[in-house]
């Protein structure tokens, strides 16, 4: 569901790449909105989904409901691609869509647990193949990836910290 209450899932979208991201309104990451508001506005012409999931688990940085997450993201950040409902990434709790996404694109030495907020997951639906990108990781430097999907050829391997 979204954060406006629409009955949504990523099936809906017809999208040739999906970049799927845990967010947070008061994390040092959330200017990262602006460059991914940045890639919406550049490939979702061409079949890119970017779908915002806002996330409480991380230091308690996702505090509101989905209206105030919704205003803050808009009014701050002029975000306009999909944001979800909040949702646990890690635990038993975890959403599906994150649990699926951590076994195909494990962070560092492996490990399956999301280390922080806006981790963000690359996925090719024609493929299957997921790339994970780290916190750290800006959305402009996501482009080459991107592209790489958009144009069917094979996205870099999951050499990005996570």
């Keep these: 569901m979204t954060l406006n209450g629409e009955q949504k899932c990523l ?8 970049l799927v991201v ?8 959330t200017p990262q909105y602006e460059g991914l508001e940045a890639l919406w506005q550049s490939y979702q012409a061409r079949g890119l989904v970017i779908a915002g999931f806002p996330c409480n688990q991380f230091g308690q940085q996702e505090p509101g409901d989905a209206r105030s997450i919704a205003h803050f993201c808009q009014r701050t950040f002029g975000v306009s691609f999909p944001m979800f409902r909040k949702v646990e990434v890690n635990g038993p709790r975890a959403h599906p869509l994150f649990v699926a996404l951590k076994r195909r694109a ?3 030495l492996g490990t399956e647990s999301i280390k922080w907020n806006f981790t963000k997951f690359l996925f090719d639906p024609a493929t299957g193949q997921v790339v994970r990108f780290g916190p750290l ?26």
């Design 11 to 18: 099936a809906d979208f017809s999208a040739k790449a999906v």
């Design 22 to 29: 845990n967010t947070a309104s008061q994390c040092g990451f």
């Design 106 to 108: 494990p962070g560092l």
């Design 137 to 162: 990781t800006k959305p402009k430097a996501l482009e080459a990836a991107i592209e790489a999907v958009l144009t069917g050829q094979v996205a870099p391997a999951n050499a990005r910290s996570a």
